[in-house]
């Protein structure tokens, strides 16, 4: 398990993850890749498209949002461990896993390098 894997992970129904981490204390930061959404978020925040160009057997997002006053965003961000992990679908390029964590930096859940 490493990072920039998609996994199916067990959340009380089956979930496909990415993991942004490598696996510290057997847990891994991860984000839910949700279904392309049907609702335009320029401005309120950024989509990093992920599919069978990737190699993937599903098509879906990672969906990171701004921070606004008021609002908390959510961005999917989690903690899996390996026992959440129950199949391997795919690995993502540096590249992409590049442009997620571009996507978190912006979004301020990551700081600046």
Known sequence: MRCGEVWWADFGERRPVVLLSEPSNATFQAMHIV???????????????LGSADGLPLEGVVRV?????????????????EQDLIERAGALSESKV????EALRLSEVLPQA
């Open 35 to 49: 279904e392309p959404a049907t609702v335009d978020i320029t401005g309120v925040g950024l989509e990093v498209a």
């Open 65 to 81: 949002a701004f921070p606004r006053p008021g609002r908390v965003p959510c961005t999917w961000l989690t903690t899996v461990t």
């Open 98 to 101: 590049g442009q997620i964590r």
